[in-house]
């Protein structure tokens, strides 16, 4: 199995360009996540999904939008390049199923820089 | 909300030696606790998790954590740290029925030949 994909693993965009990072996973798990990793700051969750066709906001989710057509896939777009969204982007998938409280499994990252 | 709090930004330990990374919470319920390593350049990956039952929960590559309610810290540890230990380690909480996962800034170590 390959787990969680990310695709690009590095890209540079100008202010004002937009992009979309994509997110495939093939363990059939139902969540996914995108979180955003800036130095010293952790790990802020921006979108999540519970499931095909169910998105919904996490902490940081301006100037983002996802979507979730299907179980595999779970891709970031990103609108408006901001120099703010330089970071480093993961994708997450986790199976719930309201007891087990199972693990992520994390792709590799996108790194972005926005100039 | 919860928050959980890695108080030190950096760990460093000579190899063989014991190794501790702190941890506390602030939830408002029962909290589900986690520990993640991130390699240089790589996704994060799952060590531990605490659920309920025994607090000192036992991972992967010899790690374990400490639950402590009273202290409400998850302290991870591991006997005899390796070169290899060196890495990004993350602490996170959860609620149960919340599907949210808030994870600390993160604690580098560094283990020393």
């Known amino acids: 199995n390959a787990g969680v994909t990310q695709t690009p693993k590095f890209r540079i965009l100008k202010i004002g360009q937009s992009m979309t990072l994509q997110c495939a996973q093939d363990m059939n798990h139902n969540y996914m996540y995108w979180y955003r990793q800036d130095p010293g700051m952790g790990l802020k969750l921006i979108y999540y999904?519970?499931?095909?066709?169910?998105?919904d906001k996490g902490e940081v989710p301006n100037g983002y939008n996802v979507s979730r057509s299907t179980t595999e896939d779970f891709p970031l777009r990103l609108e408006l390049a901001a120099p703010s969204q330089t970071s480093v982007y993961f994708c997450?998938?986790?199976?719930?199923?309201?007891?087990?409280?199972?693990?992520?499994?994390f792709g590799s990252g996108t790194q972005l820089s926005v100039l | 909300a919860q928050s959980v709090a890695q108080p030190e930004d950096q760990v460093n330990v000579a190899e063989g030696n014991p190794l501790t990374v702190k941890c506390t919470y602030s939830?408002?319920?029962?909290?589900?606790l986690f520990w993640y390593v991130q390699y240089p350049n790589r996704g994060l990956q799952f060590l531990l998790k605490y659920i309920t039952g025994d607090n000192l929960v036992k991972g992967s590559y010899g790690f374990e954590a400490e639950f402590n309610k009273s202290q409400t810290s998850f302290h991870l540890k591991k006997p005899s740290a390796l070169v290899s230990d060196s890495a990004l380690y993350f602490c996170?909480?959860?609620?149960?029925?919340?599907?949210?996962?808030?994870f600390g800034k993160g604690n580098q170590v560094v283990v020393i030949p």
């Open positions: 939830v408002s319920g029962n909290p589900y």
């Open positions: 996170a909480v959860r609620i149960y029925g919340n599907n949210r996962l808030a």
């Open positions: 999904s519970v499931g095909a066709g169910i998105t």
């Open positions: 997450a998938s986790s199976y719930e199923d309201g007891a087990t409280n199972e693990k992520l499994f």
